[in-house]
T-cell receptor, first 111, second 120 residues
Framework: KNEVEQSPQNLTAQEGEFITINCSYS?????LHWLQQHPGGGIVSLFM???GKKKHGRLIATINIQEKHSSLHITASHPRDSAVYIC?????????????FGKGTKLSVKP | NAGVTQTPKFQVLKTGQSMTLQCAQD?????MSWYRQDPGMGLRLIHY???????DQGEVPNGYNVSRSTTEDFPLRLLSAAPSQTSVYFC???????????????????FGAGSRLTVL
């Protein structure tokens, strides 16, 4: 069983829709990252969470440590949001450089 | 611009050749890592470093070598390239935010643009 599971694997939405991507993990963590990988391949860090909720523009990330679950929400989605969204966790007590990655959720937003 | 610089962006090798992927960061990050990304799989850790002079193996270290002589540079060496090493490689650096608040014990991650390697 993968230690980090993302759902859905693929998601197609119409422009303007509210989008939710989920991440569940099975290990104790000290932090969780949401990353965005553009069609060109570059990876950008969107959020780093250890508790609660963060918001940046149309993006909202939440984490529930007790349930070992995080969600990434995109409000008023736009075609430029089309990308692969990756969840990554840092094992609690694990080496600093060692992150565990989900396989990603491929989002396509149609105009 | 501050960030992580990876070179080359593309490389084609023949089986058995050796090469070095370069990674440099100018943010004074302590931690640097190399990952490979293959279709249908998440990013997998090859090697990482928690500071100059200190390196350790990740999930898939075989066939790769690293060194960290300075804080800025973390090159990845392929000793004798094999077709199984065809992949996209990412270097990343991170720092540990101060304790307290929502950033306690967590990292801020910066990735390089990636290097696409094909081994024939």
């Amino acid at each position: 069983k993968n230690e980090v599971e993302q759902s859905p694997q693929n998601l197609t939405a119409q422009e303007g829709e509210f989008i939710t991507i989920n991440c569940s993990y099975s290990v104790g963590i000290s932090a969780l990252h949401w990353l965005q990988q553009h069609p060109g391949g570059g990876i950008v860090s969107l959020f780093m969470l250890s508790s609660g909720k963060k918001k940046h523009g149309r993006l909202i990330a939440t984490i529930n440590i007790q349930e070992k679950h995080s969600s990434l929400h995109i409000t008023a989605s736009h075609p430029r949001d089309s990308a692969v969204y990756i969840c990554a966790v840092k094992n609690y007590g694990g080496s600093q450089g060692n992150l565990i990655f989900g396989k990603g959720t491929k989002l396509s937003v149609k105009p | 611009n501050a960030g992580v610089t990876q070179t080359p962006k593309f490389q084609v090798l023949k089986t058995g050749q050796s090469m070095t992927l370069q990674c440099a960061q100018d943010m004074n990050h302590e931690y640097m890592s190399w990952y490979r990304q293959d279709p249908g799989m998440g990013l997998r850790l090859i090697h990482y470093s928690v500071g100059a002079g200190i390196t350790d193996q990740g999930e898939v270290p075989n066939g790769y070598n690293v060194s960290r002589s300075t804080t800025e540079d973390f090159p990845l060496r392929l000793l004798s390239a094999a077709p199984s090493q065809t992949s996209v490689y990412f270097c990343a650096s991170s720092w540990v935010a101060g304790t307290g608040g929502s950033y306690s014990g967590a990292n801020v991650l910066t990735f390089g643009a990636g290097s696409r390697l094909t081994v024939l």
